[in-house]
């Protein structure tokens, strides 16, 4: 007797518990499912979007065309200002060399120093004319570079260069290399379309 008691008791509660849910029908409950749904997306693209802007800097910046040829994008063009003076291959056989950039640049910030390299998070790539990709040498990490604010500075990257480049490869299709001002302020310098000047003193 006492089994059959809690045994009614218990489909009491499930046809109670059912009840909304039948009342407010398949319709209503889809319609919940699907708000939850975008919820929980809205709170991943976001999280996407806070991560892509700690890897790659508040501010992507837009293509400025550079006397050199070609044009420059700055990822954080509110911190520094940069120009391409040029992109400099240096011979290391008959057939390969490295390839280096030069740039001028003027701080905005009130800042000492600056750093270029690459990582994981900002990977150094160069793709030339007839779509080769080279890599930074095996060594190559972030590096800082001494900086005055407010005033124009010649900037050889000189630790951070493109290894085993062909001296065939005349323009760069498209380069790119981290720039840092601290950790939030952080991207990727992109190139297109640059001339590679070889076995020339910058």
């Not at 120093?113 to 998070?121: D, W």
Request: hydrophobic residues 35%.
């Amino acid at each position: 007797m006492r089994t059959r008691n809690i045994v009614m008791a218990c489909i009491a509660m499930l046809a109670l518990g059912a009840a909304p849910a039948h009342a407010q029908g398949l319709g209503g409950l889809l319609k919940k499912g699907k708000k939850a749904l975008e919820k929980v997306n809205g709170v991943l693209d976001g999280n996407k979007g806070n991560n892509q802007e700690m890897a790659f800097g508040k501010s992507r910046g837009a293509d400025v065309q550079q006397s050199c040829g070609g044009t420059l994008r700055n990822p954080i063009p509110q911190i520094i200002d940069v120009q391409l003076i040029g992109a400099y291959g240096k011979s290391t056989s008959q057939n390969y060399g490295t390839v280096s950039l030069v740039f001028k640049v003027k701080m905005i910030a009130n800042k000492t120093n600056i750093r270029f390299g690459v990582n994981s998070t900002c990977p150094g790539l160069m793709i030339d004319q007839d779509g080769n990709t080279y890599k930074t040498q095996e060594s190559a990490g972030w590096y800082d570079y001494p900086v005055t604010e407010g005033v124009y500075m010649k900037m050889p990257v000189t630790k951070t260069w493109f290894a085993d480049v062909k001296k065939t490869a005349t323009t760069i299709q498209q380069l790119q290399i981290g720039i840092s001002a601290s950790y939030d302020d952080t991207g990727l310098i992109i190139l297109k379309n640059v001339p590679i000047q070889w076995d020339v003193e910058p």
